[in-house]
């Protein structure tokens, strides 16, 4: 199975997922990326602080980066 990595990018710079996960395909790795943001929106929310700014970037083995989310497009799903 292939491992995709889930970094984090924002003003200051990355934040690195050194350990990447195993996933079928790149569907599954869409969709971890999409919970990821989901987290970190929460999280933001509940620290009063901004949503803007931070994106979730899949890379693949080779490091190449393959999806790109940013943080503030998943606050719709956060109501359901």
Known sequence: MPRYFFHVEDEQG???DEEGLELPDLAAAVKEADGTA???AKAAIQEGQPVDG???V???E???PIYRLPVK???RQLGN
């Open 54 to 56: 931070r994106t979730v």
């Open 14 to 16: 990355w934040i690195k």
């Open 73 to 75: 497009r998943t606050i």
């Open 58 to 60: 899949v890379f693949d």
């Open 62 to 64: 080779q490091g190449r």
């Open 38 to 40: 989901i987290d970190l």
